[in-house]
């Protein structure tokens, strides 16, 4: 069964350092996400990326962060300068044909800022 | 404001014991209500999407039902191996999730 995929499991970084999260979503979904969930509290929307731009994002996506798709498999987000309230769990999910459609989530990124 | 709300925070229940799970909403334009459930540091998977008021969809012991105002994940004759927190989201105007803080279930023998 299609899987997305995130790479690194674990990624530990200094504060002011920058970072990239890496997610392969599943190869015919053509809407792609990130969320993060911070220990303890609620999954939160970051950013929806759709035909090659960003769709929409929220007050959390500023401009520390971006994502890309560099190629046909991959979708990025990277962190430029991180902060200690950046550590979190990472969840890049993909959709199908619709953007109302079933979001499928990855196993996430847990990101620890020291 | 789009918000979700999901009750109880906690459920522990014994191996058989069937029960619910809410899920309240307010949204601007219902396109989707979602359930998912969360293993610990798992991602969530994909569980049930539900369109429309009357909508019911049925996976092995879950089934989950929606009106205008609330969806319920009924657990029926639950065993040890269903125990994870339990997500339900909102999809309103835009392609965002908004997600509850989940119920976490713990099912025990």
């Known amino acids: 069964e299609p899987e997305v995929t995130q790479t690194p499991s674990h990624q530990v970084t200094q504060m002011g350092q920058e970072v990239i999260l890496r997610c392969v979503p599943i190869?015919?979904?053509?809407?792609f996400y990130w969320y993060r969930q911070i220990l303890g509290q609620k999954v939160e929307f970051l950013v929806s990326f759709y035909n090659n731009e960003i769709s929409e994002k929220s007050e959390i996506f500023d401009d520390q962060f971006s994502v890309e798709r560099p190629d046909g498999s991959n979708f990025t987000l990277k962190i430029r300068s991180t902060k200690l309230e950046d550590s979190a769990m990472y969840f890049c999910a993909s959709s199908g044909e619709a953007s109302s459609y079933e979001q499928y989530f990855g196993p996430g990124t847990r990101l620890t800022v020291t | 404001e789009d918000q979700v709300t999901q009750s109880p925070e906690a459920l522990r229940l014994q191996e058989g014991e069937s029960s619910s799970l809410n899920c309240s909403y307010t949204?601007?334009?219902?396109?989707?209500l979602f359930w998912y459930r969360q293993d610990p540091g798992k991602g969530p998977e994909f569980l049930f999407t539900?369109?429309?008021a009357g909508e019911e969809k049925e996976k092995e012991r879950l089934k989950a039902t929606l009106t205008k105002k609330e969806s319920f994940l009924h657990i029926t004759a639950p065993k040890p191996e269903d125990s994870a927190t339990y997500l339900c989201?909102?999809?309103?105007?835009?392609?965002?999730?908004?997600f509850g803080t989940g119920t976490r279930l713990q099912v025990f023998p």
């Open positions: 949204v601007s334009g219902l396109r989707g």
């Open positions: 989201a909102v999809q309103g105007n835009t392609d965002k999730l908004i």
């Open positions: 539900l369109y429309s």
């Open positions: 190869s015919n979904h053509l809407y």
